[in-house]
């Protein structure tokens, strides 16, 4: 019993300064602290880089797309009736109200012209990016009021996320509610040339709160700076990779002039132009470019980040295609490339945006200006 007692008290026995016990216990003791201290420094670096990003680079984050759209069987979305809502894309807080009849509308409401012109496009119509007042479209609206000495309505029926397929429905049922001088199908040269046409497109599961914006992807990319900048970087990787999809130079690059892409979405367009021609409601096709098709310095930029050559693209390819098919088809079209160019070199600012690269305020107005004529035209019953 002594042997064992004499063990135990030695097993008791404080260890000796600079032993390996006492080390290990000083390690286990300072662990948490070190972590944490780490945690810290780490959660610092990363506030101190989305601090950065927001001043210097900020990025295009996710917009709560419930409060503007709703779910739609057919069509995908719609926008809401009797909106009345503020929306932040990126470049500035702006006003979004509609009416009735869901149409984008300003502070005086629907208006009541003599002449009524409906706009079919995506988002570049829509334009979410500016206040109403400010769009191409109330601003030839107001310009042809005074053009022709009548009030003229033109009805903003665009909306984001919408493409040519989207285009027919519109005009049919737009069309089918009430009469219409004339109807312009405006079409972005970027995202607009699709492959086949859909029919119906299911109520989308994708707004607000719900699908992708609940998950944590979802939360980062509607408030992280730094999350939607890592997560484009690494996008962009996967494309210098090879990546098979599509990306904002695709539809200029030389090698994708023979797709059936371009023939599918004429035949797409001409079905809206159809739509129109059974209530004898004539069309114009506007082609709007995006601002790397306008813009060299922009070009150039694109260029590098997709690893691509200024030999291997033709900014004025998907203009040039698609204004040749619909025209070969007897269809009317206007390209307001060559107003955005000139305000390009003229140095216009603000043209598109720096954050969200819609239409900026310039750029609607330079649109604005080279339309009013062809639109007036074609209101009196003549082309230009």
Same mark, same amino acid.
């Given at each position: 019993m002594v042997g064992f007692a *004499?063990? #135990? #008290? !030695?097993?008791?026995? /404080?260890?000796? /300064?600079? +032993?390996?016990? $006492?080390v +290990? @216990?000083?390690?286990r003791r300072a662990w948490p602290r070190v972590a944490l201290l780490f945690a810290g420094s780490l959660a610092a670096g990363l506030l101190v880089l989305? *601090?950065? =990003?927001? %001043?210097?680079?900020?990025? %295009?984050l996710l917009f709560d797309t419930s409060a503007v759209? !709703? &779910?739609? !069987?057919? =069509?995908?979305?719609?926008?809401? /009736? %009797?909106? #009345? $809502?503020?929306?932040?894309?990126g470049e500035r807080e702006v006003r979004v109200r509609s009416d009735a009849a869901r149409h984008r509308v300003g502070a005086a409401g629907p208006r009541d012209g003599a002449r009524r012109i409906l706009a079919v496009g995506d988002s570049m119509v829509e334009a979410l990016q500016v206040e109403h007042e400010q769009t191409m479209t109330a601003l030839a609206g #107001?310009? =042809?009021?005074? @053009?022709l000495g009548e009030a003229v309505d033109v009805v903003n029926a665009g909306l984001g996320g919408y493409e040519p397929s989207h285009y027919v429905m519109v005009v049919r049922e737009e069309?089918?509610?009430g &009469?219409?001088?004339l109807a312009v199908v405006f079409v972005f040269l970027e995202n607009d040339v699709v492959e086949r046409r859909t029919a119906r497109f299911p109520p989308s599961a994708r707004l607000g709160d719900r699908g992708p914006a609940a998950s944590a992807d979802g939360f980062l990319r509607r408030r992280s700076h730094l999350y939607v900048f890592v997560r484009n970087l690494r996008e962009l990787r996967r494309t210098r990779a090879g990546a098979p999809r599509r990306h904002l130079l695709t539809n200029a690059e030389r090698a994708h002039a023979g797709d059936q892409a371009w023939a599918a979405t004429v035949g797409i367009l001409a079905e809206a132009a159809e739509e129109a021609r059974r209530r004898?409601? /004539?069309v114009l096709f506007v082609l709007l470019p995006p601002r790397q098709y306008v813009d060299e310095e922009d070009l150039g930029r694109m260029l590098w980040a997709f690893g691509l050559q200024r030999a291997d693209v033709d900014p004025g390819q998907p203009a040039r295609l698609l204004a040749e098919g619909l025209r070969a088809r007897g269809l009317d079209v206007f390209d307001a490339s060559p107003a955005l160019e000139a305000a390009v070199r003229a140095g216009e600012p603000d043209l598109y945006g720096r954050v969200d690269r819609h239409l900026g305020p310039a750029g609607h107005r330079a649109v604005a200006r080279a339309l009013v004529p062809v639109l007036a035209a074609r209101l009196r019953g003549g082309r230009r």
């Amino acid at each position: 019993m002594v042997g064992f007692a *004499g063990i #135990d #008290d !030695e097993a008791r026995a /404080p260890p000796a /300064p600079g +032993s390996r016990r $006492t080390v +290990s @216990a000083r390690a286990r003791r300072a662990w948490p602290r070190v972590a944490l201290l780490f945690a810290g420094s780490l959660a610092a670096g990363l506030l101190v880089l989305e *601090g950065v =990003l927001r %001043l210097f680079h900020p990025q %295009l984050l996710l917009f709560d797309t419930s409060a503007v759209w !709703e &779910p739609a !069987e057919g =069509l995908g979305v719609r926008r809401r /009736p %009797l909106l #009345d $809502t503020r929306v932040n894309t990126g470049e500035r807080e702006v006003r979004v109200r509609s009416d009735a009849a869901r149409h984008r509308v300003g502070a005086a409401g629907p208006r009541d012209g003599a002449r009524r012109i409906l706009a079919v496009g995506d988002s570049m119509v829509e334009a979410l990016q500016v206040e109403h007042e400010q769009t191409m479209t109330a601003l030839a609206g #107001d310009a =042809l009021g005074r @053009a022709l000495g009548e009030a003229v309505d033109v009805v903003n029926a665009g909306l984001g996320g919408y493409e040519p397929s989207h285009y027919v429905m519109v005009v049919r049922e737009e069309l089918a509610a009430g &009469p219409c001088d004339l109807a312009v199908v405006f079409v972005f040269l970027e995202n607009d040339v699709v492959e086949r046409r859909t029919a119906r497109f299911p109520p989308s599961a994708r707004l607000g709160d719900r699908g992708p914006a609940a998950s944590a992807d979802g939360f980062l990319r509607r408030r992280s700076h730094l999350y939607v900048f890592v997560r484009n970087l690494r996008e962009l990787r996967r494309t210098r990779a090879g990546a098979p999809r599509r990306h904002l130079l695709t539809n200029a690059e030389r090698a994708h002039a023979g797709d059936q892409a371009w023939a599918a979405t004429v035949g797409i367009l001409a079905e809206a132009a159809e739509e129109a021609r059974r209530r004898s409601v /004539p069309v114009l096709f506007v082609l709007l470019p995006p601002r790397q098709y306008v813009d060299e310095e922009d070009l150039g930029r694109m260029l590098w980040a997709f690893g691509l050559q200024r030999a291997d693209v033709d900014p004025g390819q998907p203009a040039r295609l698609l204004a040749e098919g619909l025209r070969a088809r007897g269809l009317d079209v206007f390209d307001a490339s060559p107003a955005l160019e000139a305000a390009v070199r003229a140095g216009e600012p603000d043209l598109y945006g720096r954050v969200d690269r819609h239409l900026g305020p310039a750029g609607h107005r330079a649109v604005a200006r080279a339309l009013v004529p062809v639109l007036a035209a074609r209101l009196r019953g003549g082309r230009r």
